[in-house]
């Protein structure tokens, strides 16, 4: 997914152009609307971070090999309590329904809830991949201490493998309670992307306007290979599908509106922040919030901006600069502009592959020159025609289609000569571009990590429980 307001902030720490925001009781202008794109510029480019997010399917683990349940919040709550408790973590501002623990931070990262108890660690914007691997371990730790007393166990795959939508769980959050009734009426995805969708995403500094359309059109333009060679969601109910990514079919059916790849998103020379704004101005809103309530409220931001809204108890309500931040998360393109360059096509995978998704991002968006390197490759593949083309390819074949295969090649190696030239290295002297060795692995074979999770659970009775195993990440073995 993801829907929630929280994540990573790769620029966060960095304020030297940060403005006191506008008044919230004045009316929004559209330069309010312009300056949180010119606020989050970051004219140092040695001051570039990545931030990286994950999320995870959790199940109850049955004793001497029972049914796997899957998690509800009693037992998200026992796993927050528990972190709080031993690990540091402190409680989030945001609460449930009936003021339920839904969020923790600490030290710039936060721990929080999607639709259907998938738990998200949106880390802290780091320099480096080295430092990004270190506190994903870290995260391993700590929830595999939490979760064993306590019968858990944390999968990561882009789709759930056996799970209806009945079986999941809903997380008790006002916004998911609005979001619940209104995307049905959009698409036949919605509920199936709510609940029973994993992702890795990974979060992108730029310098300038310019550098924001040019990062935008190349994550754009690689988003298909990329979410080829990271898909991880074979399974719908147990079944095989044939389709590599089920995570980004569902994508393709929830809401035409705020979904998919817009027109000008491929146009790096032609990008402006009006036009991104434009384009978010005309989706659909989901809700207002006031007070801690959100009230369904369905028309186009621009309508808001002009007509305001009138609560139930009568109360009139003008559009303002909370709303617009609130708003901006609720747009959902395959890259997103939060402001924030944030990368949204990838399944999420296993530790092996975890820290692959932001290194291979940092050289392509952030390498001197990488940039042309990535658009002579793809050629008429980033053109609207040729990208939409490739989507279904990649999306249905994965890593077996040889020209996705080709392309993944060539973007992991540009992303290499990048990390090397960087030259950060660990403790024992290497390179970020270590973190690529397992995606070069892939790549050679033509497999994504669903086929390796598949081979791993091929001779076993229930394919989806040893898919879940292929793919588990902490907690109580099965």
Known sequence: MTSSTGGSNAG?????????????DAPLAREDLVRVFVDAERPDVSTHLVGTELEKFGVRVGPGGGPLVPVDHADIAAVLGALVAGHGWELGEDRGTAGEIVELRK????????????????????????????????HYRELHAVSVPLGLSWFTAGFHP????????????????VMRAYLPTRGGRGLDMMLRTCTVQANFDYASERQCGERLAVANAIAPVVMALF?????????????????????????????????????????????????ALDVPMFFVKRAGVYHPHH??????????????????????????????????????????????????????YLCGLPALLKGLL????????????????????????????????????????????????????????????DDKGRTEARFLDPLDELVARGVSPADMALAASNDERDCARAYARAVYFAGTEF
Not at 109 to 135: V, Y
Request: with cysteine; charged share 25%; net charge negative.
């Open 366 to 425: 952030y390498g001197v020159g990488t940039a042309e390197g990535v658009m002579a490759l793809l050629d008429h593949d980033a053109t609207p025609a040729g990208h939409g083309a490739l989507w279904v390819e990649a999306r249905q074949h994965g890593m077996a289609a040889p020209r996705i295969r080709s392309l993944a090649g060539g973007l992991v190696e540009l992303a290499r000569q990048a990390l090397d030239g960087f030259a950060i290295r």
């Open 299 to 352: 028309a186009t931001f621009r309508a808001f901006m002009t007509e305001g809204f009138v609560d139930p108890s009568g109360a009139r309500h003008r559009a303002c600069y909370t709303d617009w931040l609130l708003h901006l998360s609720t747009v959902f393109p395959e890259v997103r502009l939060k402001p924030f360059v944030e990368f949204r096509s990838a399944d999420a995978v296993p530790s092996r």
């Open 12 to 24: 966060g720490g960095h304020d030297q152009n940060r403005s006191d925001p506008p008044d919230a």
């Open 162 to 177: 056996w799970a209806t939508r009945e079986q999941i769980n809903w997380m008790p959050k006002g916004r998911y309670r």
């Open 231 to 279: 898909a991880n969601s074979p399974l719908v109910e147990g079944r095989r599908t044939g389709v590599a990514s089920n995570r980004s079919a569902v994508w393709t059916d929830v809401d035409p509106a705020r979904c998919g790849t817009p027109s000008f998103a491929l146009d790096g020379a032609g990008f402006s922040y009006e036009r991104y704004i434009d384009w």
């Open 107 to 138: 030290d710039g990262a936060s721990i929080t809830l999607e639709p259907g108890g998938q738990l998200e660690l949106s880390g802290k914007p780091l320099a480096t991949i080295h430092e990004t691997c270190a506190e994903f371990t870290e």
